[in-house]
DNA sequence: ACTGCCCAGGTTTTT
DNA sequence: CCTGGGCAGT
């Protein structure tokens, strides 16, 4: 070979060419081809051009996808850092890495670009901070940090946060950048839409601080990186070359961005394999455009398309009760899954009177089925709403079933690990404002609004960080005696924990932190009930940060990383949400809750109409595609929810499914009158072929239009933003008059760089900051 | 600066 | 019903 494999000009015709015949032969002895079906293999081995794989529930989906993987370098079209290969989660990429790893061994190691997209845009865009107005050591901030700073920013705004909630911005924010809109680029009618028509300048206030506070959100990882592939093509084409071959998994999930991003990438070589299912697209919500799958071929002309039907994990009544479910979607590509097992028991649906019915029968036959030798953790209640499942927790402790609920409250999100967290990250970065704030009084210090707001108003006129302000303004008088020992001996342990960090264990580090600064304390005197379990997250926080190799590692990977290992493994029932089953199969499966208002759920109808209807319904195909074997769909008459008893109709989704797939269990439930729903006026405009036409596309047309022409980004503005105080043009004499908002007039009598001594008229001699200052 | 009270709002949540 | 957040009182 005399390519450099490194040389990212090589041509890339070249390298396929003469790659083909050796691909041919090791192909043939490749023993990870075995066992795969047609299908399959053609989806494997189709390595040039675009290809989409529509892979069915229970398809073999990630066993094509890492074979793939494994077969391109086997066949050496590509080195391992030539391949990108983008999952949405940690767990789809975790996965993938061990399966290659079985695979062909080692060779995972160099694979650099396998990972989420957000972990990829994050990487790249810490190669390229600069253009993108950052260091290249920006924070990334979590939905908490973004809520709060919003808050600030509305606040600063003088807009009632009553009225409108950062919560609602964010919402906002994390919908445009979703769809790859630059403040610039909201559409005049949404910006309109939050107070007032100042979404896009609270929007563009947003970017600003972040830019200030060197911090990106996780929108920001792909936006940025998206705006500096359009803005800076020679970024762009580095990229192209260097990636030979891509892979999406999950692709009916991307946004309008993440898709963009794609596309810029795939534009050169063109070897993109994007594999998903629109069936499952269940993620619209949050961005996710089922349009990205669904014109796919026409995005690539010439694409290949691979459809992966024979199913691997169900019986064929569950495949034909999914099957017959969601070919009541008008928008889709259309699939018929098959398989060749036993026929298999019927779908069973029971009705009840209320949920507390719902849920003891439910645990009843979980009993009787373990009697009969089932395992529990075959078993899943899958709920579409999340309070649903207490009555089922009710239920199972009442019982002493063992269960466990997957999903919840992210171990990374709860307040006392997020409270640990700053602690680490302002020791690591002192900068970081968010940590400061979160932590600067917690425990209580005595630090309060007053406190606060004196630091804030330094570190705003001389354009530092707080740590950096505190660590000024306790050589002076400005604050009271006992906040600003407090704030000095708060500095003093910040600083030498830092101290510490170059010579000492990162974990024993954190251990010494949450000791010294009384944090652990705190809870240890909470009388609480929560305290205890508090103490313990902590304890397992320290065990989780031995994994990595130091404090900075650690830090990284949270910040991405929204979940923990759980090494929870015993024998329990499985209880979750639909959209936290998706990818995961139980032999058991109880789908509960099946009601008109709940399944489909009314604010999705309302909301989204039609195109919510028919997410719904994906999310009720990716439920019963779950079970291997046994499915139960129940639907109680009355449910309490909040406070108020409400009764109910069955689902429409059980009309829908095939009779002869279906056994009715219970008594009352042949009189649903849901039979026929109109074809919608989305469909119709679907099904007369003008795929164009689609909100998405026309989005996504003027994005990769106007972008370029887009003024850079906003570098010029943040700079003004921190230098908005000059401290030369403030130098003050001695014998000048000076006014201090607090200690009112007086006269300079000694001048230390920014620190001046003042003889006030009233409060006497104090040591104070030039910037508190005003000439008289 | 902390504690208690009142009021609103409650679908899903890969990073 | 139940939780979380904002505000008023000591």
Not at 22 to 44: D, F, K, T, W
Not at 127 to 139: N, V
Not at 182 to 191: D, F, L
Not at 508 to 526: H, P, R
Request: include cysteine; charge should be negative; glycine fraction near 8%.
């Amino acid at each position: 070979m005399t390519t450099d494999p490194f040389d990212l000009g090589a041509i890339p015709e070249e390298t396929t060419a003469r790659s083909t015949s050796a691909a041919a032969i090791s192909a043939m002895r490749a023993p990870y081809l075995e066992g795969l079906n047609a299908e399959q293999r053609e989806a494997v081995e189709a390595l040039d051009g675009p290809v989409l794989v529509l892979a069915g529930a229970g398809t073999g989906k990630t066993r094509v996808l890492t074979t793939r993987l494994a077969h391109l370098l086997a066949t050496r079209r590509a080195y391992p850092s030539q391949i990108l290969a983008v999952t949405f989660t940690n767990k789809a990429a975790r996965e993938m890495k061990e399966r290659i790893g079985r695979l062909i061994g080692g060779v995972v190691e160099g694979m650099q670009w396998l990972g989420t997209f957000h972990a990829i845009g994050a990487k790249m865009l810490r190669r390229h901070a600069e253009l993108a107005g950052l260091r290249s050591d920006f924070t990334i901030l979590d939905a908490d940090d973004q809520v709060r700073l919003m808050k600030q920013i509305i606040q600063a705004a003088n807009i009632d946060e009553k009225r409108w909630p950062a919560r609602q911005l964010a919402t906002y924010i994390d919908g445009w950048k979703n769809r790859g809109l630059t403040p610039g680029k909201v559409p005049a009618g949404e910006a309109q839409s939050f107070a007032n028509g100042k979404g896009a300048e609270l929007y563009q206030a947003y970017q600003l601080r972040l830019k200030v506070l060197n911090a990106v959100d996780f929108g920001d990882l792909l936006l940025e990186t998206l705006r500096i592939f359009q803005e800076h093509p020679e970024v762009l084409v580095e990229y192209q070359d260097r990636f030979k071959y891509m892979l999406v998994d999950e692709y009916q999930d991307t946004n309008v961005a993440q898709y963009l991003w794609l596309r810029l990438l795939a534009q050169k070589n063109r070897n993109i394999c994007c594999v998903g299912d629109d069936d499952q697209s269940i993620y619209g919500w949050r961005g996710a455009e089922v349009d990205n799958i669904l014109r796919f071929e026409k995005d690539f002309p010439g694409a290949k398309v691979v459809r992966l039907e024979r199913n691997y994990r169900s019986t064929p009544h569950i495949l034909g009760a999914a099957s017959g479910l969601i070919a009541a979607n008008e928008a889709r590509l259309g699939k018929t899954l098959w398989t060749e097992e036993n026929e298999g028991e019927k779908v069973r649906i029971s009705s009840y009177w209320d949920g507390e019915e719902e849920a003891r029968n439910i645990a009843e036959e979980v009993e009787s089925l373990q009697r009969k030798g089932h395992m529990l953790h075959e078993m899943a209640i899958l709920v579409r709403a999340s309070f649903q499942m207490r009555e089922f927790e009710d239920r199972f402790i009442n019982l002493g079933i063992p269960y466990r609920v997957v999903g919840g409250p992210r171990f990374y999100e709860r307040a006392e690990i997020r409270d640990a967290n700053a602690y680490l990250r302002l020791v690591a970065q002192p900068d970081d404002n968010l940590a400061f704030e979160r932590i600067v009084n917690k425990p209580k210090r005595g630090l309060g609004e007053v406190a606060l707001q004196t630091i804030h108003q330094l570190a705003n006129a001389r354009g530092v960080s707080l740590m950096r302000a505190a660590r000024e303004i306790i050589t002076t008088e400005e604050l009271k005696p006992a906040p600003r020992r407090a704030l000095a001996g708060f500095v003093e342990m910040v600083e030498r924990w830092r101290a510490l960090v170059p010579g000492m264990p990162h974990t024993e580090l954190a251990e010494i932190i949450l000791d010294e600064s009384g944090y652990t304390e705190m809870w240890q005197n909470d009388k609480s009930a929560e305290a205890p379990g508090k103490l313990e997250n902590l304890k397992e926080l320290v065990r989780s940060m031995e994994q990595f190799d130091d404090l900075q590692g650690y830090l990284e990977h949270i910040s991405l990383v929204m979940e923990i290992e759980s090494q929870d493994t015993g024998d329990k029932v499985n209880l979750m949400t639909l959209h936290s089953a998706k990818g995961l199969e139980f032999d058991t499966v109880f789908l509960p809750g099946w009601e008109e208002g709940l399944f489909p759920h009314q604010r999705s109808l309302d909301q989204s109409g039609v195109a919510g209807l028919e997410e719904e319904r994906r999310l009720a195909y990716v439920g019963i595609t779950r079970a291997r074997k046994l499915s139960y769909i129940s639907f109680a008459a009355n449910r309490r929810i909040h406070a108020l008893w409400q009764s109910a109709i069955p689902s429409r989704f059980i009309d829908e499914i095939p009779k002869e797939h279906v056994e009715v269990a219970e008594s009352a439930m042949g009189a649903s009158s849901f039979q026929n729903y109109a074809p919608s006026r989305f469909s119709q405009d679907f099904a007369s072929g003008s795929d164009y036409s689609s909100p998405g596309w026309k989005r996504a047309q003027t994005m990769t239009r106007t972008t370029s022409k887009v003024r850079p980004p906003n570098l010029e503005v943040s700079a003004e933003l921190v230098a908005t105080s000059d401290p030369a043009a403030a130098s003050y004499r001695r014998g000048e008059r000076v006014f201090h908002q607090k200690f009112g007039y007086g006269e300079v009598t000694a001048i230390d760089g920014n620190k001046l001594t003042v003889d006030f008229d009233k409060a006497g001699r104090k040591k104070v900051i030039d910037s508190f200052l005003e000439r008289v």
